[in-house]
């Protein structure tokens, strides 16, 4: 296990809400969400909304909704309240302000006047003699503001130095700050980028651990250097392998497919995906592969995460969506599949979607699949009258042998017309003939498919009524 801190730990997820909460997100809430209920710890919610352009309300309420479902829950911020209010970035401007004119006062930061050619025609230089293409510090020791200009950013002076720092994950980490180049923290006192929002809000919210994803590495060395600038602690920070597609690219939130909601109206059990993407970069000590919510909290240790990116395993989360499922009772998973049972217009009462799941959950790897395997128990699909037949019979074959359950079943009360009932009756009716030229036509007259469950199972759910409709349907077919 990781070595405990003394100071009372402090972890936070901090989302942009610029579009759906996607797959790297829930990931990274999970592992920030485990460690923080591993050790007693608080866990911060907040919005990093700078971008004003592209942040959305109904985005925020998305993630804190997404992240709700899949289970996680947070002590500060949006609807938490506490000190700070709703950690909303676009909230805290005069927060940011204040620190951004110490650093100006210090001379830690500078205004630039460069404008995007200028700055593109000093990477090229750069570019042409062999050199990083970096800001080339055009403004950094200015007395006077170029006359006629206005200044177009505020920049960070980045001292050419090594940062060094160790990764709970990766262990020890060196970079060389003379590639960087001052970089922009701010489009003026009142627009403050990402690297200094940041900042400024980790040490404000006494964050004592930064868990995030691998491609924030980069951003580190630049956050410890402000931190020092402004006399900030530095948090222990840990970076979390990425989730690859299986041919071991990136996924993209910018591709639906990776969205956490599209899992969930397809039908995925919060308990599965968790499960799912805990296993994401992390394994127990042990080979279980499903572990409940509270095993996971127990189980969960950071310093077993891997460095390599986590390959997505679509197989796995169906599989793992299987096993909680056949942890569920006919009852849950009607109450749970409901809504989709509404979503594809099939109205039944509770019991009757509950006879339908004791059918067909054997063949359902999610809930959206019920309403798909059950909707033959709500209305008689379409089929051609070949397909009654069985093998190497003939269509001829078929109304004597529909004909000849159709009586035996007619004599079958409602009230039994159960599945113990039923076998034996059929079973009578098959007797030492072939079970196939029977039972076959049968299911099919029932179901309408080719592929269905038997003929028994159908009917315990149909009713006595609706079967014998069925079976009067197939045999005018053949008629």
């Known amino acids: 296990m990781a070595e405990k801190i003394e100071k009372p730990i402090r972890v ?11 797959m790297g997100t829930a990931h990274t809430a999970l592992f920030n969400w485990l460690f923080a209920r591993q050790h007693n710890a608080t866990f911060v919610l ?24 899949l289970g996680i829950d947070w002590n ?37 006047y460069c404008t995007k050619e200028d700055i593109e025609a000093q990477k090229q230089a750069l570019t042409a003699q062999g050199l990083p293409p970096k800001y080339n510090g055009h403004c950094r020791d200015l007395k006077e503001p170029p006359a006629g200009k206005n200044p177009e950013v505020i920049r960070f002076k980045v001292p050419e130095t090594k940062v060094e720092f160790t990764d709970m994950i990766r262990g020890k980490v060196v970079f060389d700050t003379s590639l960087f180049g001052d970089m922009i923290i701010a489009k003026d006192l009142d627009n403050p980028l990402y690297n200094f929002a940041v900042v400024v809000d980790d ?21 410890i250097l402000m931190q020092r600038a402004l006399g900030f602690p530095e948090p222990t920070y840990a970076h979390l392998p990425l989730i690859l597609n299986p041919d071991r690219s990136k996924m993209s939130k910018r591709f639906a497919d990776t969205a956490l909601s599209d899992y969930r109206n397809n039908g995925y059990l919060p308990e599965a995906m968790m499960n799912f993407l805990a296993f994401l970069g992390w394994h127990p000590k042990g080979d279980q592969d499903v572990l409940g919510t509270e095993e996971l909290i127990r189980e969960f240790d950071i310093t077993r995460v891997q460095k390599a990116g986590a390959i997505f395993n679509q ?7 299987r096993e909680y499922l056949k942890k569920m009772s006919d009852a849950e998973i009607a109450h749970a599949a409901q809504p989709f049972f509404a979503a594809e217009k099939i109205a ?80 009578a009716v098959v007797g030492s003939g072939s079970r196939g030229e029977i039972l076959w036509p049968l299911r099919v007259a029932l179901s309408g498919q080719a592929s269905s469950p038997d003929p028994v199972e159908i009917m315990s759910v149909l009713g006595k009524e609706e079967s014998l409709r069925r079976i009067a349907v197939a045999i005018e077919k053949c008629a």
């Open 12 to 22: 936070r997820m901090a989302p942009s809400p610029t579009g759906h909460l996607h």
């Open 46 to 69: 907040r919005v990093e909304d700078t971008d004003k352009e592209r942040s959305r309300k109904e985005y925020e309420e998305e993630i804190a909704e997404g992240l709700r479902w």
């Open 76 to 112: 500060e911020g949006p609807d938490k309240g506490g000190d700070f209010g709703p950690y909303r970035q676009s909230e805290r401007t005069v927060i940011y302000r204040k620190y951004l004119q110490e650093l100006l006062d210090k001379g830690e930061a500078y205004y630039c």
């Open 203 to 223: 040490a404000l919210m006494e964050i004592t651990h930064v868990i995030r994803g691998e491609d924030h590495v980069s951003n580190t060395p630049k956050q």
């Open 315 to 321: 197989e796995k989360l169906d599989w793992l969506n």
């Open 348 to 427: 039944a009462d509770k019991e009757k979607i509950e006879k339908v799941v004791g059918v067909v959950r054997g063949r359902a790897s999610t809930l959206k699949d019920f309403p798909a395997a059950g909707r033959l128990f709500f209305e008689l699909p379409e089929y051609a009258a070949s397909l009654l037949v069985w093998k190497n019979t003939t269509l001829e074959t078929v109304v004597p042998a529909l004909k000849k359950a159709e009586t035996a079943l007619k004599e079958v009360s409602a009230d039994h017309f159960d599945q113990v009932f039923l076998r034996e009756t059929l079973a």
